[in-house]
């Protein structure tokens, strides 16, 4: 489902650059959940970027569905990811000005379709049920993620990318997240996450550490 092979990404910064993916490959395969680790700054969120089609590796290939990404021209490529690729940021990038429940719905919408219903069942899940109106700003720091990870579900990505899902809850609303994010894996389609909860050897099929390249 998702290939990533031999890429390299490195930041300048006043004529400084780091290098924070050297060679790396992996594979998340159909039906599985792929956990990735490591130390803060060793390059998670680069990975993820890089995966989800927002980050063009300075070398190497990303492949979704055999698709390479980076070899779509922009707007094919952002057309391909609201089908395919599902992501759940790290800082979430809820919109401030939509309510939790548009919020959920933006996906749907993009793409022209109505989705009123599977937004009522992703609420009801999620416990967002008497939250749909209230803007990001009016929610806690869980409600905020578990709103990401619904509209990140919402149009059943054949790929979903999650950075640290379950960061901010607490050990209930991160077993019914790792609960939902294993049944979506196991359902035909593929979850790759960032995390370092315990938990997650408890539903990941593999977890891949990163390490600093230096
Ligand atoms: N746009 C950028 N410009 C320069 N350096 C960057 C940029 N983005 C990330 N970095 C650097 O690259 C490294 C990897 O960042 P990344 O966000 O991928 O780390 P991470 O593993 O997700 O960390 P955390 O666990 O804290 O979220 C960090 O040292 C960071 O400072
Ligand atoms: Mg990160």
Excluded: W
Excluded at 2 to 21: C, D, Y
Excluded at 29 to 51: D, F, P, W
Excluded at 70 to 89: M, P, Q, T
């Amino acid at each position: 489902m998702l290939k990533i092979k031999n890429v390299s990404k490195a930041f300048s910064r006043k004529g400084e650059s780091i290098q924070v993916l050297e060679n790396f490959s992996m594979e998340v395969e159909v039906g599985s959940l792929v956990a990735v680790q490591g130390a803060s700054g060793c390059g998670k969120t680069t990975l993820l970027l890089a995966a989800a089609g927002l980050l063009c590796p300075d070398s190497g290939t990303v492949e979704v569905m055999d698709v390479p990404l980076y070899s779509l021209g922009g707007e094919e490529r952002a057309l391909f990811r609201n089908k395919h690729i599902g992501v759940v940021f790290q800082q979430f990038h809820l919109m401030p000005y939509l309510s939790a429940k548009e919020n959920i719905l933006l996906p749907a919408m993009v793409a022209g379709q109505k989705a009123d219903g599977a937004v009522l069942e992703l609420m009801e899940e999620f416990g967002l049920e008497s939250r749909g109106d209230h803007k990001p700003a009016e929610l806690s720091t869980g409600e905020r993620q578990r709103t990401a990870l619904a509209r990140a579900l919402l149009m059943k990505p054949s790929i979903l990318l999650a950075d640290e899902p379950t960061a901010n809850l607490d050990r209930a609303n991160a077993e019914i997240v790792l609960g939902a994010l294993s049944r979506f894996a196991r359902d035909g389609h593929a979850v790759l996450m960032v995390s370092h909860d315990p938990r997650i050897s408890g539903v990941a099929d593999r977890t891949v550490q990163l390490s600093r390249t230096k």
